[in-house]
């Protein structure tokens, strides 16, 4: 999915005269091939990630800016799972 509007690409004198599809084409193609590069999503959505923390306090996560944080959960070595205190929490 493109994160680029139609209506601002049309906005560009150079844009203006290209084809709807082929136009949105286009910016599916830079979104997809800048998304690779830097190596994560860049549209603002809700997302579900679990990580591998192997003891450790800090980890790092796969998408940013996180506008909201809803909850953590930990699963303990025997299955067991507790929330994160949201206190606890540095974003």
Do not use: H
């Not at 994560?40 to 923390?53: C, H, I, M, N």
Request: hydrophobic share 45%; charged share 25%.
């Amino acid at each position: 999915m493109s994160w680029v509007s139609l209506e601002r690409l049309q906005k560009s004198p150079v844009l203006a005269a290209v084809a709807v599809g082929l136009l949105q084409d286009l910016a599916q193609a830079a979104c997809a091939s800048i998304e690779r590069y830097i190596g994560r999503p860049l549209e603002l959505k809700e997302r579900t990630e679990k990580y591998d923390g192997d003891d450790r306090r800090t980890l790092f996560l796969n998408v940013f800016p996180v506008t909201i944080l809803t909850e953590i959960i930990v699963t303990d070595s025997d299955g067991g799972q507790r929330p994160i205190l949201q206190t606890l929490i540095l974003i």
